[in-house]
């Protein structure tokens, strides 16, 4: 078997998926780790220094390459295998029971990839391509914390990037166990590990990249200035309206 | 008791099907599903017409001919039984049941319930075997085995290639019935010399068959009337990958 047929298996296309997965798992922590620093209010000063050395540092950038190659490889396989699957089953169920004996967003990776590229493509558009613009024919490196300032202001950007986060978070729940399953990882001694950090990792980082609008956001609007009560007051005008 | 039931009819291979509704009466709930389809076709045959075909042949659980699919569930709504296995004590009086045969284009529907199976022979064909010398049948016992190994290959060997899983799966995978055939035999001494042929000529099969791609939904394991896990497909994607990825050729 060569290595074309090898990797051209329902198993073998099972393993790009996964490999492709985990990639993009670990740019989700390098990624997270350095968004996070926004958290410092220290008007991302350090944010800046980090997101100076992701822009241009030669490796990085050879690595952002082949991130971008992968996320593609990664969701254009996703589509045909999904697209493949439906049609070997020509004649469908009239009564199905699905919720019986599986879990809805393992049945709909598919969807959620779509939204989850659907949302990067408004990402993209509002941070990694102009600062690549601008790098590129303009003025030099943009100042990222003060257009995600400037973004987050508005509250339907805002809205986006949580809904974005949400399908994440399901599309991981699935896809970090699903990976180590295809790599033969999960077995009996390791799979209720290998299942709850999944689990964890599905919350907690889809949670913090998701905080960082909402904080944006209400800094914008003065809120980490204000008085408690006068928090509220404000908070009350709002459920009124 | 009496009940409605909703019939998947095709009179062959070729022919467009659809759903024809049948009343049952006096269905006593000791009965088996299969014996509530009996007493319909008694019915039918007495009256002069078709009775609905269906597969059955042991009627304990353990020939993997029976095949319905139950109200949306292969089997039936019970855990870890056929659908010879399921008795009419789960319904009442009055209920609507809607029987269809597997849906795969894998297994085309002969006739009414009947579908073809034949793509799982011709898998275990590809390489679910051991091969073994003529003569005196060696002694079973000569190679010793470990505890939990031999266990784990009874468990995989009790599948008993009905086709739930593919039924159930939305990718219309044949993976669970595949991993647990590859795993039996690759958890053994007796299996271990072919091991690597043995997963990607099967696999192979299972892909030239036209059977989808697993994406570990975990329908096939959920409705699996023998309780095949996950596990072996877990197994068999790494026999797989010592398969690729070995120096050997296979």
């Not at chain 2, 789960?90 to 199976?117: C, H, M």
Request: with cysteine; charged share 20%; hydrophobic share 45%.
């Amino acid at each position: 078997m060569n290595w074309k047929t090898a990797f051209s298996t329902n198993i073998g296309k099972k393993l790009i998926m996964g490999a492709t997965g985990i990639f993009l798992v670990i740019f989700l922590l390098v990624h997270c780790y350095i968004n996070a620093q926004v958290f410092f209010n220290d008007g991302g000063a350090r944010f800046n220094e980090l997101a100076h050395f992701m822009g241009t540092n030669p490796v990085i950038r050879t690595v952002e390459i082949g991130l971008f190659v992968f996320l593609f490889w990664h969701a254009i396989l996703g589509m045909r295998l999904y697209f493949k699957n439906k049609a070997r089953r020509s004649v469908g169920y009239a009564v199905t029971a699905r919720s019986q004996n599986s879990n809805w967003y393992s049945r709909s990776m598919a969807i959620l990839g779509t939204l989850i590229l659907l949302f990067l493509i408004i990402h993209l558009r509002n941070f990694w391509g102009p600062n690549r613009y601008s790098q590129t024919f303009g003025s030099g490196e943009r100042d990222l914390f003060s257009d995600m300032a400037e973004h987050f202001s508005n509250i339907f950007v805002v809205l986006v990037y949580v809904a974005g986060c949400v399908a994440l978070a399901w599309h991981l729940v699935h896809g970090f166990f699903s990976a180590f399953q295809t790599f033969g990882l999960a077995t009996h001694r390791y799979k209720g590990i290998i299942k709850n950090v999944g689990i964890a990792f599905s919350i907690i980082i889809p949670l913090i990249f998701a905080l960082m609008p909402l904080w944006f956001y209400a800094g914008a609007q003065g809120w980490f200035d204000m008085h408690p009560s006068v928090f509220m007051e404000h908070m009350a005008a709002a459920a009124q309206f | 008791m009496n009940l409605t039931l909703k019939v998947w009819r095709q009179k062959n291979a070729k022919a467009k099907g659809s759903f024809e509704t049948f009343k049952v009466s006096d269905i006593s709930s000791e009965m088996s599903f299969l014996e509530m389809f009996d007493v319909l076709n008694e019915k039918l045959i007495n009256e002069g017409k078709e009775p609905i075909a269906f597969d059955h042949d042991c009627r304990e659980g353990i020939c993997g001919s029976c095949s319905m699919y139950v109200n949306g569930r292969p089997h039936g709504p019970w855990k870890h039984t056929t659908v010879c296995q399921l008795h009419m004590r789960e319904y009442k009086d009055g209920d609507t049941i809607t029987v269809e045969p597997w849906r795969a284009n894998s297994f085309p529907v002969i006739k009414d319930l009947v579908t073809d199976r034949s793509a799982f022979d011709r898998i275990i064909q590809a390489g679910g075997y051991i091969s073994v010398n003529t003569g005196n049948a060696v002694d079973a016992n000569a190679i010793p085995i470990e505890k939990q190994k031999a266990d784990d290959s009874f468990a995989a060997a009790a599948c008993i290639g009905c086709g739930a899983c593919v039924a159930a799966c939305p990718n219309t995978s044949g993976m669970l019935f595949l991993s647990a055939k590859v795993s039996h035999l690759a958890l053994l001494p007796q299996g271990d010399p072919e091991r690597k042929k043995r997963a990607a000529d099967m696999i192979h099969q299972h892909d030239s068959e036209g059977f989808g791609s697993c994406t570990n939904i975990g329908a096939c394991e959920a409705e699996c009337p023998k309780g095949i896990s996950l596990e072996n497909i877990n197994r068999m994607n790494k026999e797989y990958m010592g398969s690729i990825f070995s120096g050997s050729k296979v």
